[in-house]
Nanobody, 119 residues
């Protein structure tokens, strides 16, 4: 059974940095996409970024381009989201999720980790 566990959230001042981690287990992820999503207070969940585990290709929401970046440890099925130059509007619960490639639906989700950026 696929399990995703996020960690690394916390409280940081505007302009600071955090690194989120997503630990994936339960299968091999050679043909999977891992995505990060976030849900700000009182708003809908939105896409943040994704990485194709097979070829390493990445995609970022316009709102985080140039500030957020991926790294990964494929041997350990760990994916990291480095978040720099954080803004108050980045405050949200952050979730990692996986889907098959090709595919459209993210089938497995983590429990989320809270990121709070204070201004």
């Amino acid at each position: 059974q696929v399990q995703l566990v996020e960690s690394g959230g916390g409280v940081v001042q505007a302009g600071g940095s955090l690194r989120l981690s997503c630990a994936a287990s339960g299968r091999t992820f050679d043909n999977y996409m891992l995505g990060w999503f976030r849900q700000p207070p009182g708003k809908n969940r939105e896409f943040v970024a994704s990485i194709n585990w097979s070829d390493g290709s990445t995609s970022y929401a316009d709102s985080v381009k140039g500030r957020f970046s991926f790294s990964s440890d494929n041997a350990e099925n760990m994916v990291y989201l480095q978040m720099n130059s954080l803004k108050s509007e980045d405050t949200a619960v952050y979730y990692c999720a996986v889907r098959r490639v090709p595919g459209r639906v993210y089938s497995y989700w983590g429990q989320g980790t809270q990121v709070t950026v204070s201004s």
